[in-house]
């Protein structure tokens, strides 16, 4: 009996701590663009190529060697041509592919740009467009490939083009004002590639932290439910056992003790017996654990029950309950959300603590609120104002692990109206405050 309830236990903690640990888990670098935007992208820039070249033969009448040009366009349809026949243009591109890619279109730039003037024409602007997409979807090696493909390409159409035609002569600009255009795009483009691969860096994470947060508040729902079905099922199967209880008592009344059939009987009720107190255990279990997320606990309970998986910690924990204006403990809904986010923070608190974790748990009419302090090296003053952001780790790594768990913890707990602040103790240690707003815990509670 104590052996299954002790496997049970067992089974939920790590299915807890496999939740917690895959909301970590890194996404792959790879396959962040569809190939069939940067073909589509690709057909937009023939057509812009193209059209440029008849306005400007055509309408503006200036001559420009289109033999070479046309052969150049064709390239990048041929490309495209090729990638759709192969794919569909529908794959996902890994960072080499679409750092290949984006190195083609500098390439077929360049080229066009090096036949009508370099950088005297005005289009070499565009050169910055595949460096812009790459610094959006692409690792930072690949952008730092990128960027030094472009300032090539800027460096050659500086020294070496073909004039631009201009009303039937060729425009020729001073040496100093090439330099002066190449020094400025090239300047450009490696701001503009730092900073959009920056903010693009940064939506990412924010984008995956996120996604981690909601993978590990529905795996805490599972385990929840699975909790309640636990319960749901020991009472759906109680009656049944019952009778069988029954039946084999009545049946060890009738047959005699000397009989062959006796000791199977004794063996079938006692295994009967067992069932039913493994049933009643079951049913039990998910109260005492919280396992149902409608349950309603006291908010110390609430506290208890989030720390169960993290008690293996060197450090210990005491629960300090405080009534700050003599009232009752309120009594909160155990929500998935809560039980996660403030088990996070004790996690942090246990792992870095040197031997004690505090939690004070104070109430009155109007707040609640949580102080989590331990007595470990504290947050980093550099970090205070960004503890709470993804992939930060406040304190010296241990674990290995990348900075989520406080962020995931926030957010959780901010879904519940809670505010979470960071701090360091005075005398040493860190300390997580947070706070709720009375009438919206009593909200939780109707």
């Known amino acids: ?46 057509s812009g190529q193209l059209t440029s070249m008849a306005v400007i033969t055509e309408l503006l009448k200036i001559e420009l060697p289109i033999p070479p040009m046309l052969a150049t366009v064709g390239a990048s349809v041929l490309l495209n041509l090729l990638v759709m026949l192969q794919r569909g243009g529908q794959q996902r591109l890994t ?57 090539l390409c800027c460096a050659v159409l500086a020294i070496w083009h073909f004039p631009l ?13 090439l330099t002066g255009v190449w020094i400025g795009l090239a300047m450009a483009a490696v701001m ?14 924010i984008s995956d932290a996120l996604s981690a947060s909601q993978m590990a508040l529905a795996r805490e ?16 199967l109680s009656t049944p056992l019952g009778t069988i209880v029954v039946v084999a008592a009545e049946l060890a009344h009738e047959v005699p003790k000397d009989s062959p059939m006796a000791e199977d009987i004794a063996l079938l009720r006692s295994q009967s017996l067992r069932c039913r107190d493994i049933l009643a255990e079951l049913a039990r279990k998910p109260e005492a654990d919280g396992g149902d ?19 293996a910690a060197p450090a210990t924990l005491r629960i300090v309950p405080s009534a700050l204006d003599g009232s009752p403990e309120p009594v909160i809904r155990r929500r998935p959300e809560i039980i996660h ?24 009419a109007d707040t609640v609120r949580l102080t989590i302090a331990d007595d470990g090296p504290g947050f980093p003053s550099h970090l205070l104002s960004r503890i709470g952001e993804p992939y ?29 602040e960071f701090c360091n103790r005075r005398q040493g240690g860190a300390q997580v405050l947070v706070h709720w707003e009375r009438t919206i815990l009593d909200m939780e509670e109707a």
């Open 221 to 236: 729902q599972r385990l929840s439910a699975l909790g309640g079905l636990a319960a749901a099922a020991a009472h759906e």
């Open 192 to 205: 503009l590639a730092s900073y959009v691969f920056r903010v693009a860096h940064e939506s990412r994470r």
């Open 1 to 46: 009996m104590a052996s299954t309830t002790e496997d049970i236990d067992r089974s939920r903690a790590g299915a807890k701590r496999e939740a917690r640990g895959a909301a970590v888990v890194p996404p792959l670098p790879d396959g962040r663009v569809n190939g069939r935007t940067l073909v589509m992208m690709r057909w937009i820039a023939i």
């Open 293 to 311: 997320p409608f349950e309603r606990l006291p908010l110390t309970a609430l506290i208890d029950a989030a720390s169960t998986c993290h008690r």
């Open 341 to 364: 986010g403030v088990g996070n923070l004790l996690q942090n608190a246990l792992q870095f603590a040197q031997r004690e974790v505090e939690v004070i748990a104070a109430w009155d």
């Open 95 to 151: 960072d080499r592919d679409a750092t290949l890619y984006l190195a083609f279109d500098t390439l077929q730039l360049t080229l066009l740009l090096y036949l009508t003037g370099g950088m005297v024409n005005p289009f070499t602007i565009l050169l910055l467009a595949p460096l812009t997409v790459g610094a959006a979807i692409l690792s930072v090696w690949n952008v730092c490939l990128l960027t030094l493909v472009n300032q």
């Open 165 to 177: 035609p201009w009303d039937g002569e060729n425009l020729v600009m001073p040496p100093l004002y």
């Open 392 to 420: 930060i780790s406040a304190r010296s790594d241990r674990s290995g692990h990348m900075g989520l768990g406080i962020f995931i913890a926030a957010t959780l707990l901010g879904r519940t109206g809670a505010r979470v």
